[in-house]
């Protein structure tokens, strides 16, 4: 059974950062995908980045580009979505998600299979 557990959301000052965690449980991390998203009140959710396991290689929103880091650390099943330079267009409640199939297609949401529950990710002074 997969599990994906969200940690690390809060309160922050803008331009400040937050590391959100996610711990992945019946997963491996060698094949597939793995994403954040975040959904803010009343809109849709919106993609910000991704890594694909096999070839490491990390895809960024525009939004977020240059700001977000994703990182992996295999020996704890654990993803990290590192925030810097914070602004309050960033508040939402961010998810992780992951899936085995279309590694390649990190965008669409209906391409995941697993998600995590969410934590609060609120930007303001």
């Known amino acids: 059974q997969v599990q994906l557990v969200e940690s690390g959301g809060g309160l922050v000052q803008p331009g400040g950062s937050l590391r959100l965690s996610c711990a992945a449980s019946?997963?491996?991390?060698?094949?597939?995908?793995m994403g954040w998203f975040r959904q803010a009140p009343g809109k849709e959710y919106e993609f910000v980045g991704a890594?694909?396991?096999?070839?490491?290689?990390?895809y960024y929103a525009d939004s977020v580009k240059g700001r977000f880091t994703i990182s992996g650390d295999d020996a704890k099943n654990t993803v990290y979505l590192q925030m810097n330079s914070l602004k309050p267009e960033d508040t939402a409640v961010y998810y992780c998600?992951?899936?085995?199939?279309?590694?390649?297609?990190?965008?669409?949401?209906?391409?995941?299979?697993?998600w995590g529950q969410g934590t609060q990710v609120t930007v303001s002074s």
């Open positions: 998600a992951a899936a085995n199939r279309y590694p390649a297609l990190v965008v669409e949401v209906s391409l995941y299979d697993y």
């Open positions: 019946g997963l491996t991390f060698s094949t597939g995908k």
């Open positions: 890594i694909t396991w096999s070839t490491g290689r990390k």
